[in-house]
């Protein structure tokens, strides 16, 4: 039996590089797919075995920062709005893709020019939880498929923290995060031919 | 009918990529004028020793050696070769070893995930890179898998190295149909780079000039794309009528 190799450890302290990953045999996708229903039966636990955790407060910005919340919240109101998306939204989302691809981490708070704001502190799973909502919007939005490529790698460093890392809402997020990712995938499974 | 390419020079790495390389320049009859070779150990090869690719235009297949590397081929051509100092093409003992080098033209077989600094942009040689992706649309790292995901095509563009990511001038781009069940990280990519190669090359064994394209769209940056859509992009070139259904298919809808 194959077992999905991006779990069981924690991907955002050591992160997966995805070089030459073999992943051809169909055996592989059966894991993802198992991998994924696995962690979703674990989030619906989280959430039935969690009372009364309040989210996270919201950060606050310095003068002249602004919270990766704000950002990713204003990024996901782009690509659920009608028309063209703009080109500075794009920068945006594009800049923070690179960071996570690169570093695999972000910050709380960044400046106009999404540099690391002095101070920040590192984001947490719900600012991931959010990045990967956005990450998913830009792909359904745009038909890109670089934003479900690392949408994929976030789903899979958030489905890899211990279940008590995450409050119950954030639980709930992310069983939902981890199905707008399946309908995204199963478009490519269409488009292979199945 | 054998060219000789007086100014061109190539640098290998221990890689199939360069090994396709040399074997494809030798079949095409294009002889540099000197190979420089990266240190590093090469990596046996276990499969058939020898794999046949049919690529457009081909009257017959080229047929790819996986197992005899770069530097054997260059010792049987009888090219001039040396060894370069240091693996890092940016590395102080490397450039200098290229600036005392003749060619102005340097094909780039090196090391992947390597971007030029400006020292070694400084020296005037021109860096004749084939990138895994048609660029502008497919920059960056893996862009050929997106590229099949998206075209069922594989991309590949010659361009001239500058310091960033496959930003460099086009001098010419082409997608190859893949040849079901042929590896495409170990043959595909490297004897379809290699085939944009030669053609080049060709061009200017041919002509005295490189050839030049054009595309002013902005493009595409990507990055190391995930197993999951590397599998898709694999099957959608691969998939056969035998292959087992995937969750998801229409089947599943």
Same mark, same amino acid.
């Given at each position: 039996m194959t077992v999905y190799p991006y779990m069981g450890r924690d991907l955002f302290a050591a992160p997966e590089t995805y070089e030459f990953a073999p992943c051809e045999p169909v055996s592989f996708f059966e894991a993802w797919c198992d991998a994924r229903e696995d962690a979703v039966r674990l989030f619906a636990e989280r959430e039935r075995a969690t009372v009364n955790t309040s989210d996270r407060a919201a950060d606050s910005a310095p003068l002249g920062a602004r919270t990766l919340d704000d950002i990713l919240e204003s990024l996901l109101k782009a690509a659920a709005a009608g028309g063209?998306?703009?080109?500075? !939204?794009?920068?945006?989302? !594009?800049?923070?893709?690179?960071?996570?691809?690169?570093?695999?981490?972000?910050?709380?708070?960044? !400046?106009g020019a999404m540099r690391k704001w002095d101070g920040a502190a590192l984001a947490g799973p719900d600012h991931y939880i959010l990045l990967a909502e956005v990450l998913g919007a830009w792909c359904a939005k745009t038909g890109n498929p670089k934003y479900l490529s690392t949408m994929l790698k976030a789903v899979d460093a958030l489905c890899a923290l211990p279940a008590e890392s995450l409050s119950a809402s954030a639980a709930t997020r992310l069983a939902a995060v981890v199905e707008q990712e399946r309908r995204l995938v199963d478009h490519w499974v269409r488009v292979a031919g199945e | 009918?054998?060219?000789?390419?007086?100014?061109?020079? *190539?640098?290998?790495?221990?890689?199939?990529?360069?090994?396709?390389?040399?074997?494809?320049?030798?079949?095409?009859?294009?002889?540099?004028?000197?190979?420089?070779?990266?240190?590093?150990?090469d990596r046996p090869w276990n499969g058939p020793a020898e794999i046949a690719v049919l690529l457009p235009n081909g009257a017959t297949p080229f047929v790819l050696r996986p197992g005899e590397y770069a530097r054997e081929t260059v010792e049987r051509m009888n090219l001039p070769a040396r060894s370069l100092p240091h693996a890092d093409i940016n590395?102080?003992?490397?450039?200098?070893?290229?600036?005392?080098?003749? =060619?102005?033209?340097? *094909?780039?077989?090196? $090391?992947?995930?390597?971007?030029?600094? =400006? =020292?070694?942009?400084?020296?005037?040689?021109?860096?004749?890179?084939?990138?895994?992706?048609?660029?502008?649309?497919?920059?960056?790292?893996?862009?050929?898998?997106?590229?099949?995901?998206?075209?069922?095509? $594989?991309?590949?563009?010659?361009?001239?190295?500058?310091?960033?990511?496959?930003?460099g001038p086009l001098l010419m781009r082409r997608w190859y149909d893949v040849t079901p069940g042929l590896s495409v990280d170990q043959v595909l990519d490297p004897v379809t780079r290699a085939d944009l190669l030669a053609t080049v090359l060709r061009h200017f064994a041919d002509t005295g000039h490189f050839p030049a394209a054009e595309d002013s769209a902005e493009g595409e940056k990507f990055f190391i794309i995930h197993p999951v859509l590397k599998h898709l992009a694999l099957r959608r070139v691969t998939r056969s009528a035998a292959s087992p259904p995937l969750r998801g298919g229409a089947q599943h809808v």
């Open positions: 063209p998306l703009a080109p500075a !939204d794009k920068r945006t989302v !594009d800049s923070l893709l690179q960071k996570f691809e690169i570093f695999r981490r972000l910050f709380t708070h960044y !400046d | 009918m054998t060219a000789s390419l007086d100014d061109v020079g *190539v640098i290998l790495a221990p890689t199939m990529r360069s090994r396709a390389y040399m074997q494809m320049m030798e079949a095409r009859g294009l002889r540099v004028s000197q190979a420089f070779l990266i240190p590093g150990a590395h102080p003992s490397t450039i200098a070893a290229l600036e005392r080098s003749g =060619p102005r033209v340097l *094909v780039y077989s090196g $090391l992947p995930k390597v971007l030029l600094r =400006p =020292p070694v942009l400084a020296t005037g040689i021109r860096f004749l890179h084939v990138h895994g992706g048609y660029v502008p649309h497919y920059r960056g790292a893996t862009a050929f898998y997106f590229g099949l995901l998206t075209e069922g095509k $594989l991309g590949q563009s010659a361009i001239w190295l500058d310091a960033g990511v496959d930003t």
